[in-house]
């Protein structure tokens, strides 16, 4: 009997207790949580394989420019010239293409010494940086400013390529096969490297029918 009047006792003080769960999940469940979730995000792939290139050209030395370019164009002769003014960064990058080495352009002489013909030293790519370079001044643009602009970016891109060549990039891309190639063919061959430039064959010219 005492156990029974306890429980008795105790059954008010349980069903508050359980109104109390009940009523909080129940907020929960129309009001939300307070915590913040991550939103969904789904994403679908649909990606193309367009084509593939291979890549033998390796890059021996990098030319960094940095030049004032003054642009002037002539419109008429009754105006004045169009002038625009550049401050630009720009680069070009010496190389050598391996995939045009032959089979015939390595010869080994005996047991310790291998001769590699290697194609000549080319630019593999001159570029500016436009995020380094800059507008700095127009004049007499008549309207034209964006194509002046545009034809005095690509006259600075080619004056890259010039200047590169004018430096001797050609020879200093050629010098650092040597010191870089070397090393790295007698490591693989156990051999003596001898690195000679590659000849382009030309075809005879056929004399004149008379």
Known sequence: MPLIRFFIKLLPLLLIIAAVLFVWRLKDSLLGTNETKEPEVVV?????LTSVDELGKMELVRYNFKDVVEYEKEVSRWIPNSKIALIVTGEAV????????????IFFRGDTLVQVAVPQPEICYYKLDHSKSKVFSK???YFQDADLVQESYRYAEENVKNAALNAGILRQTQVNAEKILKPMLE???????????QRAIQNPQMPQKR
Request: aromatic letters at 4%; hydrophobic letters at 30%.
């Open 44 to 48: 679908n792939h649909n990606t193309i």
């Open 94 to 105: 010496g190389c050598i293409d391996f995939t045009k080495i032959r089979e015939e352009d």
């Open 139 to 141: 004049e007499n643009t």
């Open 187 to 197: 490591e693989i061959t156990g051999r003596k490297v001898v690195l000679v430039q």
